[in-house]
């Protein structure tokens, strides 16, 4: 009996490391099983890494929604109006007239956009200290910025509220962490629908209001908020576990801080994967092709890993101009995609604010954490804070924080798998992108996002 107690006790305190790897494996089979096996995974047996970039860039690597049943499961995370949100879009008059709204949003001169994450962090980050959790901290901010990108005034606290409520709960359904609450993203919509008439560039035209409001939210308030969010929760972690990378950091040399970024990035890409549906063959050599149709599940953290030495190693002087041996478009690192294929809009504006950002964090606060740090990163980043005048010890903080973290993954893990399948199974089950394209009307646009919540369009 006591031999019985025992072995179960032994068995129950173990659990932090053993189970939450295992259930991991479970989910992925059981993602796997409900998506069914349409992709084809670059790299893979058919294109190996020496050829990813060139199928990615293939003018034939151009569908974005239509014909993947993984579609169905991005709309769905990332509803209401998925079919309005750019990444989604098939290229097209569409496309291009949305695309060139983001790119006059997003094109703010260096020193204004500077100043701009200096004062939203100014006005969200000054009661921050103790233990916090980095992509919490950091929503705020990004949700500030955003709107004043896109309305060109001070983003008022009810507004920055329903910005941070949308975006957090993206991404904790994105992570398999909670459900989706369409409701607190319906808000939204709601709000933006207001103030259609104060975006300070015109809007596409040729877009219904409810469709240029679906347009604001994913673009701005949806993809750029839990982006950023979740690159810098990312930075901070890095520093907050590299004490000499975070003491150099901390130091005005913007180029370190460069590479930092750039390392951070290559280890804990934002994508896990990104797919598209081929429009066309794409020979490979005289005896394969890859058929029009086909799902390409292009791997990013495969590719970041390939190529370098002890990949799994942060070391920002990879990314040191005197120390690398090739030009920097020749490495295996493409954070914001790649060039030829619908890369990220912000590619260039991201890196300048985050290190704005950094840097107002690093001027505040010392950083410390225990907690593990993945890529999907669904702990949200765990992380001790204190303003640096008052740097004291911090160990036993740091213990405790370890042991929560390891006994929250073994909870976590289990809702991950339970939410995640019923997210996945309804997803397939909706089929928001498949019924989408399935409708035959020319007129298919006129009601966008009915199909989410019938009979509850915002
Ligand atoms: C550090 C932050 C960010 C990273 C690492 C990042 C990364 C990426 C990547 C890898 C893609 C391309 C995926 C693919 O090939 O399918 C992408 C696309 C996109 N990103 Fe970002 N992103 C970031 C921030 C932002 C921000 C601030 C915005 C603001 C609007 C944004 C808007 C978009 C849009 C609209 C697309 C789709 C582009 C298209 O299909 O035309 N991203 N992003």
Known sequence: MLIALLLAAAVVVSLPWWLPGRVVALRVRVFARI???EGIPVPGDLVGIERFKEVYAHPAAGGRSRGAALSDVFWYWL??????????LEAGERYESVARVTRGLLAVPRAEAEELTRRCAARTLNDARGLVRLRDLMMPLWAEFSYELVFAEPCPRAARDLIVGNASDVSASLKCTSLRHMERRHRLTRYLLTRLPEVRVPLPSGLSPLEQAFYLHGAFFTTAVVQMSEAMAHLLMVLAQHPGVQARARTDDAHYLDQVIAE????????????????????????TTIPAGSVLCFNYPEFHRAGFDDPGRFDPARFDPARVDRPA??????PFGIAANRPCPAWRLAPIVMRVAAWDVLRRYALHSSAAH??????????????????GNVRAALLFMSFRDRWEDVWRSVVQLVLGTYMVWDARRKRLCEHYFDDPSENRHAHPGRRDRPGHAP
């Open 35 to 37: 998506n069914g096996d």
């Open 79 to 88: 509803s209401p109006g998925p079919e309005m949100h750019q990444e989604h």
């Open 264 to 287: 951070t990035l290559r280890l804990y890409p934002l994508f896990g994967i990104a797919h598209r549906i081929t429009t066309a063959g794409i020979p490979l050599d005289e005896h």
């Open 329 to 334: 478009k020749d490495l295996n690192h493409i």
């Open 374 to 391: 993945t890529r999907s990163m669904p702990n949200r980043g765990p992380c001790l804070l204190t303003p640096l005048q008052a740097a």
